[in-house]
């Protein structure tokens, strides 16, 4: 009984529907519920205490519905807020961080670049994580000012996205990285517009299937898996535009329900 309460997921808006699809695909009888908090984006620019606090309430919110574990499909929540999610609420909490080892495993130019808020990258979880590359490896890091908001509208394609990204990548492609790290779980979605904008030989990372075998490997640590193989129910919560959440779930729309929610 236990092992079928829903999987709790929050992001600061419509982006962690990214990490969402690969926990799906990856576990696709789990019940889970999605909160976007997109009245509240983006979280990049809120200082450490707000973070915390708006990761808190998500948390609550999603132990209040029966969550049996909490994924932070948010790295910027993540850098900011997990090690204070674990001391105070007693359930497996999984985050997102930037996949900044492995690139720096595969790296062959010893450049890489990553792109992520301004909270992830003055965050201290991500100075001591990128503190421990080695000393012959450059990281370049840029914050994505703009870019979150503009995924919160639906502007992906728009001329403004397209010309941020251009300056974002420019000082990456100078110092010639290998490797672009996404370190923002909203990124993912600009994914055909940074090929473009990219020579072929830099490859994009981000975290989505590394934090959906996470999932997997703590539901069997704790004997959380769920034992059912029946339809299971997939519940999104928006306390801002739902049309915005609906265009992301697009492929999903016979699968899921999407509702506004006050919180
Ligand atoms: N998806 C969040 C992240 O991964 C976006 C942060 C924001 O709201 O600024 O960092």
Not at 62 to 72: D, F, R, S, T
Not at 91 to 105: D, R, Y
Not at 155 to 166: A, G, P, Q, R, V
Request: include cysteine.
């Amino acid at each position: 009984m236990y092992n079928n309460k829903p999987l709790g997921i929050f992001d600061s808006g419509v982006g962690g529907t990214s990490i969402w699809k690969e926990i799906h695909s990856l576990l696709p009888f789990e019940n889970t519920i999605y909160l976007a908090d997109s009245k509240n984006a983006p979280y990049g620019y809120k200082s450490v205490d707000e973070i915390i606090s708006l990761s808190i309430k998500n948390t609550e919110l999603l132990l209040e519905m029966g969550c049996k574990i909490i994924v932070v499909a948010c790295n910027t929540a993540t850098t900011n807020a997990i090690s204070i999610l674990r001391q105070k609420f007693n359930v497996p909490i999984i985050g997102i961080e930037p996949a900044i080892k492995p690139a720096a495993l595969k790296t062959q130019s010893k450049n890489i670049g990553i792109l992520a808020t301004k909270g992830t990258l003055n965050s201290s979880l991500f100075m001591s994580t990128s503190g421990e590359v080695t000393n012959d490896i450059s990281i370049i890091e840029v914050i994505g000012e703009g870019l979150v908001p503009l995924i919160e509208e639906g502007n992906i394609d728009s001329d403004e996205t397209i010309m941020l990204l251009k300056k974002y990548l420019q000082p990456m492609l100078k110092a010639n990285i290998d490797y672009l790290v996404l370190g923002c779980s909203h990124y993912p979605y600009l994914i055909p517009q940074l090929k473009k904008l990219l020579p072929e030989n830099v490859s994009i990372i981000d975290s989505g299937e590394a934090i959906a075998r996470q999932t997997k490997n703590i539901l069997d640590l704790y004997n959380l898996a769920s034992l059912s193989k029946e339809k299971p129910k997939l519940q999104f919560f928006t306390n801002s535009e739902i049309n915005v959440l609906r265009k992301f779930l697009i492929d999903y729309s016979n699968k899921v329900t999407i509702k506004n929610l006050a919180f």
